[in-house]
């Protein structure tokens, strides 16, 4: 039983796993529901508290499998400032950052042509990005996701997404098109 509270940083019901990542001062968990044992529908940084279930490792991301529905949530309105690190720092030290908020900043997308397009599922969902000789794999995670279909984009951007370790391997994936930011933008 996670005994605090804890904060949604995204949740979707479209994909069939029913996924919930949340976050604490501590670091992140991902729900993984596949049951749907959580009925309740909570926003983005609502407030939960009294999770409940059993804890597994899947190709090293740390899970938990509910065993109850926490009922409603104990807040919203939250914020969660993502940590900014590097793409090095993230790769060396994936468990830390596993399945929390995270920015990189100034990276680019290997493949940026003006003329491919972010899709979902399997491998061809992988898009590397690189800072310098620093390359970490973008993964567009969930078929909701408003950025698949649209283009990807060129240039160094700013990315906050959520980090995720499959076996071994350090990915981040962005929660919407407003965690993807250019470099031009900000100045």
């Known amino acids: 039983m996670l005994t605090g509270e804890a904060v949604v940083i995204y949740a979707t019901s479209s994909?069939?796993?029913?996924?919930k990542y949340i976050q604490d001062s501590t670091g992140g968990l991902l729900i993984?529901?596949?049951?749907?044992?959580?009925?309740?529908v909570y926003d983005r940084y609502d407030g939960i508290t009294g999770i409940t279930g059993t804890l597994v490792d899947?190709?090293?991301?740390?899970?938990?499998?509910?065993?109850?529905?926490?009922?409603?949530?104990?807040?919203?309105?939250?914020?969660?400032?993502p940590q900014v690190i590097s793409i090095q720092e993230l790769n060396t030290n994936i468990n830390q950052y596993e399945s929390t908020l995270v920015q990189v900043t100034g990276v680019t997308?290997?493949?940026?042509?003006?003329?491919r397009i972010f899709v979902s599922g399997g491998n061809e969902a992988n898009y590397m990005i690189?800072?310098?000789?620093?390359?970490?794999?973008?993964?567009?995670?969930?078929?909701?996701?408003?950025?698949?279909?649209?283009?990807?984009?060129?240039?160094p951007h700013n990315i906050t997404g959520i980090a995720l370790e499959?076996?071994?391997?350090?990915?981040?994936?962005?929660?919407d098109k407003t965690d993807i930011v250019s470099c031009e933008k900000i100045k």
């Open 15 to 19: 994909y069939n796993r029913n996924h």
């Open 32 to 40: 993984d529901d596949v049951q749907g044992i959580i009925s309740t």
């Open 58 to 81: 899947y190709r090293g991301t740390l899970e938990l499998i509910p065993t109850t529905d926490p009922g409603a949530a104990t807040s919203t309105g939250n914020s969660i400032t």
């Open 109 to 115: 997308f290997d493949i940026a042509d003006g003329s």
């Open 130 to 155: 690189s800072s310098g000789a620093n390359k970490l794999v973008f993964r567009v995670h969930y078929p909701e996701l408003d950025y698949v279909n649209e283009i990807i984009p060129s240039g």
């Open 166 to 175: 499959y076996n071994g391997v350090s990915e981040l994936f962005a929660r």
